[in-house]
Every structure is written in C-alpha cells, then in structure tokens.
Nanobody, 116 residues
Framework: QVQPVESGGGSVQPGGSLRISCATSGWPFSTDDMGWFRQAPGKQRERVALIRSDLTTSYPDFVEGRFIISRDNAKKTVYLQMNGLNVEDSAVYYC??????????WGQGTRVTVSS
C-alpha cells in the first residue's frame, strides 16, 4: 500500500524557518496534484499548500507569502519551505495526493513545534 514518508520537522523559535520533505513511491506522482496538510491537537486536518502537476501552486490566506511548496518529479518528492513560523503553525504535517481519495493512506507525518 502506498504511504508517503514525511521528514524534516523539528522545533524552531517564532520567526524561524523549516523545510520539510515528503517522499512517495508507487504513485505516478508526476501526474498527481500534491498537497501538504497539517493537524494540530484538537483540530481538524487542514490543507496548507497545493502544487498541481503543471507546477501551479495555491495556498490558504493564513500561510500565503510564508510557505512555499515545490516538487521534484524525478525523486517523487514534495517539499514545503516554511518561513516566518508562528506558534499557530505548530502541528503534525502530512502530504498526500489531492484530492485525497478514500483508499489513500496517510503517513506518520512530521511534527513541527514553534515555541520560544
């Protein structure tokens, strides 16, 4: 069963930056739209970035201008560069295809903690 593998999370101070990665296998990938999602304790999972197969991107307002999603089709990997992090960005971050289909698996995620 295809399962993405996220990595690169950690602890940073407010205003700091992190780059997280998501490696996939088994998917076509290059023809898939890919998204980064996050889930904070007690909250629903939410999408924070989308990169389409044509390399266009979109972001919700709360990360627009701070987060940058990119992809390497040869490595079947998607990245998320996060700048200007604040406490509200603390969460477990996941990647997946978009839209996420009922049979798609989620990985373990990578935890990002922003605190002073």
């Amino acid at each position: 069963q295809v399962q993405p593998v996220e990595s690169g999370g950690g602890s940073v101070q407010p205003g700091g930056s992190l780059r997280i990665s998501c490696a996939t296998s088994g998917w076509p990938f290059s023809t898939d739209d890919m998204g980064w999602f996050r889930q904070a304790p007690g909250k629903q999972r939410e999408r924070v970035a989308l990169i389409r197969s044509d390399l266009t991107t979109s972001y919700p307002d709360f990360v627009e201008g701070r987060f940058i999603i990119s992809r390497d089709n040869a490595k079947k990997t998607v990245y998320l560069q996060m700048n200007g992090l604040n406490v509200e960005d603390s969460a477990v971050y996941y990647c997946n295809r978009f839209p996420v289909l009922p049979g798609d698996s989620w990985g373990q995620g990578t935890r990002v903690t922003v605190s002073s």
